[in-house]
T-cell receptor, first 110, second 114 residues
Framework: KNEVEQSPQNLTAQEGEFITINCSYSVGISALHWLQQHPGGGIVSLFMLSSGKKKHGRLIATINIQEKHSSLHITASHPRDSAVYICAVLGIGSARQLTFGSGTQLTVLP | NAGVTQTPKFQVLKTGQSMTLQCAQDMNHEYMSWYRQDPGMGLRLIHYSVGAGITDQGEVPNGYNVSRSTTEDFPLRLLSAAPSQTSVYFC?????????????FGPGTRLTVL
């Protein structure tokens, strides 16, 4: 069983829809990252969080440490949000080494 | 700052050839790492370095060597390329912020081994 599980693997939405991507992990962590990867492009860090909630524009990330679960929400989705979203965790004791989920491919249709 | 840079962007090798993927960062980050990304799998750690002169193996180190002679540079060497090493390779650097490590990724190198 992977230490980091994401769902769904693929998600297609209509422009304007509210989107949720989920991430569950099985190890103790010091922090969780949400990353974005556009087709053929590099990887950009969207959020790093260890508790609570963070918001940046239309993106919101939440984490529940007790339940070992995090969600990434996109409000008022737009075709430019189409990308792969990756959850990654920093383990306690190996705080510099990330363990990655396999990613969620999001397609937002106009 | 240029951030994390990688060269080349694309490379095609024949089985048995050797090559070096270059990675550099200008942010004075102590920690650098190499990952490979394969379809359907999450990124996997190949090697990492916690500072100049210090390197260690990650999850999938076989067939790769690294060195860290300066803070800025962290090259990845493929000793004898194999088709199983066809992948996209990402270099990353990180620094400590707010209780954890902020991550910065390079643009990636797409490697094909024939």
């Amino acid at each position: 069983k992977n230490e980091v599980e994401q769902s769904p693997q693929n998600l297609t939405a209509q422009e304007g829809e509210f989107i949720t991507i989920n991430c569950s992990y099985s190890v103790g962590i010091s922090a969780l990252h949400w990353l974005q990867q556009h087709p053929g492009g590099g990887i950009v860090s969207l959020f790093m969080l260890s508790s609570g909630k963070k918001k940046h524009g239309r993106l919101i990330a939440t984490i529940n440490i007790q339940e070992k679960h995090s969600s990434l929400h996109i409000t008022a989705s737009h075709p430019r949000d189409s990308a792969v979203y990756i959850c990654a965790v920093l383990g306690i004791g190996s705080a510099r080494q990330l363990t990655f989920g396999s990613g969620t491919q999001l397609t937002v249709l106009p | 700052n240029a951030g994390v840079t990688q060269t080349p962007k694309f490379q095609v090798l024949k089985t048995g050839q050797s090559m070096t993927l270059q990675c550099a960062q200008d942010m004075n980050h102590e920690y650098m790492s190499w990952y490979r990304q394969d379809p359907g799998m999450g990124l996997r750690l190949i090697h990492y370095s916690v500072g100049a002169g210090i390197t260690d193996q990650g999850e999938v180190p076989n067939g790769y060597n690294v060195s860290r002679s300066t803070t800025e540079d962290f090259p990845l060497r493929l000793l004898s390329a194999a088709p199983s090493q066809t992948s996209v390779y990402f270099c990353a650097s990180s620094y400590y912020s707010g209780g954890a490590y902020e991550q910065f990724f390079g643009p990636g190198t797409r490697l094909t081994v024939l």
